[in-house]
């Protein structure tokens, strides 16, 4: 019982020995934030107009009618994501820093430019819209043919033209190749 304690006191005395104090350097490497979201600019709420492709054609409606609100697909509708952090002040103990990435441990992804999205790559996707025509032609009366046209959000998309970047996951940077996202450089002998 009593090395138990003593065990526990030793843990304690270990975090509290290895918590970081005001004077040291920040700490470096890869983390993530929480920012707000680029595409609904942090409301989590979007509304969308499809384009207009002759589906109005007849109707009274205004045009905002036919609009589309939903929650904003890249945060989910709570208006911030997690992103890596891509600046941090410079680290005053002589660890020099990564050439590549300066300390942050992460450098911009390649596949979205660190923007976090991508154009939206289903098949009949056009900028978020599905736009299909069919005829409205009836066996007896043929020769009144009409081509109907539909416009639907794009089920992958959901009418935005993007979606999360799967090489960042979203998070606008990816791991820095060169230190492995510990942030630092090299050390001079």
């Avoid at 920012?35 to 384009?51: A, E, F, T």
């Avoid at 979606?163 to 960042?168: L, P």
Wanted: charged content about 25%; overall charge positive.
């Amino acid at each position: 019982m009593r090395n138990s304690i003593l065990a526990i006191i030793a843990v304690f005395a270990a975090v509290a020995m290895a918590a970081p104090t005001a004077d040291e350097a920040p700490e470096i490497g890869a983390k993530t934030i929480i920012v707000k979201c680029g595409i609904c600019k942090g409301s989590g709420k979007l509304v969308l107009s499809p384009p207009d492709h002759g589906q109005y054609r007849g109707s009274i409606e205004p045009k905002s009618h036919w609009d589309i609100r939903l929650a904003c697909p890249i945060c989910s509708g709570r208006g911030r994501i997690k992103a890596y952090r891509t600046s941090m002040p410079p680290v005053k103990d002589g660890t020099p820093p990564c050439t590549t990435c300066g300390w942050t441990g992460v450098e911009k992804c390649r596949k979205c430019t660190g923007t976090g999205v991508v154009r939206c790559t289903a098949p009949d996707c056009k900028n978020g819209w599905i736009i299909t025509k069919h005829s409205t032609t009836t066996s007896k009366h043929a020769s009144s043919a009409h081509m109907k046209t539909k416009v639907a959000p794009c089920p992958e998309c959901k009418g935005l033209g993007k979606v999360s970047c799967a090489e960042c996951e979203g998070l606008r940077a990816t791991v820095c190749r060169k230190c492995n996202g510990l942030g630092k450089g090299k050390e001079k002998k």
